[in-house]
């Protein structure tokens, strides 16, 4: 378990360990996802490296820079101590100089739900790697070979529903190449074997979605494949590199399924024996040329050849103004190549609608829907959780409409409206959103940008991370939570609770409701202005506003050194130490039992500090001190005026009965001493009264009083 926090080093695993394949060791980021993060301190070394290590999981980082983010491998090269039972999950990698993800001479690596990005090698890279699993990953911004590869001999892996994109070369590589001395003893003849890649969306990549170099018995179905249009090819199947003294030829693959989309050819089959070559079933879009094999290679293309009936789909290809187009009991792809507004109806099978460069209005109804607006202004209909939606980069001004209970907008889309029942998760993306709720406890966070959010009737909470997002709320809209990870945060209107969950120094402003405004761990800045509010700080040196008598903060023991600002008469409440008087009026401060430091405004004040040795400060104005019986002890005037002119301040001693003030030689400490009833010398106290030298005792009803 690694708490919170950054920590510059590069990590080293034991190759053993406590751990076994039921109950292995957790490296685990403990206080929540990339609250703890790793960054190289070599940048020649992976920044967490293992060799040979077993039953191992990895959760939950963010890793930067280094050589490789995460790097297992075996111990040795003898093949007889590999790596087993490894479980990558959940981390953000970014950075890295080579590959993000290394694993070379493994068996049973999980490599799931991790994001990365900008590396300088592959984002995921399998070398001798078998019976594995990729899946759930969001891999981009890699300038090596691949985002995904395996290769090396790599057998039974699975690479499933992960999101490749903005690569600069191809997308899944099935094979590679590989010199002799890296491949398990005893492989015969391949690169990949038994490789199945499945539900993956990979979009804007320089060169192929898919290529396969020496892959025998593996497959690709259920796949979005966007290829670079300006790239011969959009899927590749050919031998493996000849870095082996045996030439690896591809076998026995499959290809069906796929909406593979923007080729200019849709495949190439290399020369060579690359036999048993099978595509099939594939719905494609905006492809010019067909495929391209050789003689030498076998290949059935008998369910592409000619105008394809694809899965029993109906290809249709609207090139006219048309207004709309509805779907019957047929699976459908249906694409728009026009400008005008165009509207798609699907029906309840799984269905691929296209727009055009026009404002599109797609609506697959019941099935699992992949639907692609293109340019314009458009909108999508989701009430499917398996919808998929695809948007361009400056595609428009886009809006998903949707039933589901939650949902995270996909990439370039822009505005979400909620138009189910009961309570909504809405979450944005980097784009500047407008997020809107429904009538239940929704749930909003735009994310990146300059976000909008709407939650309308419930208790919703929203989530904000920039100083610019802005909430929207109704009167009798509920109770409303703001969650901020921006460090200057204002409620909106009719929002009641602020609460920060950063780590920084806080500066919370509240609105007219009684709100609740909660800090964090740093110094941070309270003001709930009108209402009667709540405020927490927390750890750090906090400064709270006061302006209503029914304003309450929350403190506790041992939680920094913190400050009231009042407009108003105010008693420091409980582990608050200092009060400080702000406006024009004649109001009054009273302390609590530590030592606090009370200060005065222009005005005419009380100031009684209480228990504790405190400092008081009247300010202009004639004030008068409050000393009371067994809490005076200590306590310090810092400026007292007015000494024995009968004006100015006033000291007020209360319960010493008919006490004297005697001044402790010719300094200016004061010893009060109570008659007899109530103690007498034995219950004396001193006070300090700086600068205070003339303070007249023969007449001390000028300056001071006992009240009794």
């Known amino acids: 378990m690694v708490k919170a926090g950054t920590y510059v080093e590069n ?10 394949s039921s109950a292995p060791v957790w490296l685990v980021s403990a206080d929540g996802a990339q609250s703890a993060k790793i960054i190289a301190a070599d940048p020649a070394k992976s920044v967490i490296t293992g060799l040979g290590t077993d039953n191992f999981v990895i959760d939950g980082f963010e890793i930067r820079g280094g050589n490789r983010g995460i790097q297992f491998s075996q111990s040795g090269s003898s093949f007889t101590n590999m790596v087993s039972n490894i479980v990558i999950s959940n ?3 970014s950075g890295t100089s080579d590959d993000a993800i290394k694993i070379s001479q493994g068996n049973r690596v999980f490599v799931v739900g991790n994001t990365t990005s900008n590396t300088g090698g592959e984002g995921i890279d399998f070398l001798a790697v078998n019976d594995s699993v990729v899946a759930g990953n969001e891999v981009s911004g890699a300038r090596g070979a691949a985002g995904i590869f395996a290769k090396g001999g790599s057998t039974n892996v699975l690479m499933d529903g992960n999101y490749v994109h903005d690569i600069g070369k191809d997308g899944i590589i099935i094979g590679g190449w590989t010199e002799d001395q890296f491949f398990r003893p ?14 993956n969306q990979i979009e804007n990549i320089g060169q192929r979605p898919l290529n396969v170099l020496g892959g025998q018995s593996s497959a690709a179905f259920g796949n979005f494949f966007e290829a670079n249009p300006n790239y011969p090819t959009v899927i590749n199947v050919g031998s493996g590199y000849p870095q082996s003294a045996n030439v690896a030829y591809s076998r026995d693959i499959d290809i069906f399924d796929n909406f593979i989309s923007r080729g200019s050819k849709l495949i190439t089959v290399q020369s060579g024996n690359n036999n048993d070559i099978v595509f099939s079933d594939n719905t494609l879009n905006q492809i010019t040329s067909p495929i391209s094999y050789t003689k030498d290679d076998v290949i059935d293309v008998a369910a592409f050849a000619g105008a394809p009936d694809l899965l029993s789909t109906i290809p249709v290809d609207i090139s006219t103004a048309a207004a ?17 507004t165009f509207r798609a109806n699907g029906n309840h099978l799984d269905n691929v609608l296209i727009g055009g460069s026009g404002n599109d209005i797609l609506d697959g109804k019941l099935g699992a829907d992949r639907l692609v607006g293109g340019a314009g202004n458009d909108k999508y209909i989701v009430d499917n959780i398996n919808d998929v939606v695809v948007e361009l980069r400056d595609g428009g001004q886009d809006i998903v409409e949707t039933t589901l209970n939650r949902f995270v907008l996909p990439e370039n889309v822009e505005v979400l409206t909620f138009k189910g029942n009961g309570a909504f998760t809405g979450v944005g993306n980097d784009a500047a959103n407008t997020i809107s709720g429904g009538v239940g406890d929704d749930f909003l966070d735009g994310k990146g940008g300059a976000d909008r ?25 509920g109770t409303d939570t703001v969650l901020s990870s921006a460090t200057d945060y204002t409620l909106a209107k009719f929002v009641e609770n602020l609460t920060y969950l950063g780590e920084d120094n806080f500066r919370g402003i509240g609105n007219d409701l009684a709100n609740t405004i909660t800090g964090g761990i740093g110094n941070d800045v309270l003001d709930g202005r009108a209402g009667a509010d709540t405020l927490v700080g927390g750890a750090g040196n906090d400064v709270y506003y006061v302006d209503d008598a029914g304003d309450l903060i929350v403190e506790k023991a041992g939680q920094g050194l913190d400050e009231v600002i009042s407009k108003i008469s105010y008693t420091l409440q409980s582990n608050v130490e200092n009060l400080t008087l702000t406006g024009k009026n004649a109001i009054d401060a ?4 530590l030592a606090n430091i009370l200060k005065g405004n222009g005005a005419s004040n009380k100031l009684d500090g209480g228990a ?33 002119k009968v004006l100015g301040d006033t000291l007020m001693f209360v319960g010493y009965g008919a006490g004297t003030l005697s001044q402790v030689g010719k300094s200016d400490y004061y010893v009060i001493t109570p008659d007899s009833a109530h103690g007498g010398a034995a219950a004396a106290e001193t006070i300090h009264l700086a600068g205070v030298f003339n303070l007249d005792l023969t007449h001390g009803q000028n300056d001071y009083s006992f009240v009794i």
């Open 324 to 340: 709309s187009f509805n779907l019957d009991n047929r699976q459908v792809s249906v694409t728009y190549t026009g400008s005008a």
């Open 186 to 199: 005893g492989f015969t003849g391949y690169e990949a074997k038994n490789v199945v890649v499945s539900g």
């Open 91 to 93: 981390n953000v990698i």
């Open 11 to 20: 990590v080293k695993l034991p190759s053993s360990g406590p751990g076994t």
């Open 612 to 644: 504790g040795a405190d400092i008081l400060t009247g300010g202009s104005g004639a004030d008068t001190f409050i000393f009371k019986k067994g809490e005076a002890n200590g306590d310090r005037v810092t400026d007292f005026s007015g000494a024995g």
């Open 453 to 477: 959010l709407l939650g309308g009737a419930g208790n919703d909470t929203y989530v904000v991370d920039n100083t610019a997002d802005s909430i929207v709320e109704y009167a009798s809209g």
């Open 590 to 593: 009273f302390g609590n039992n």
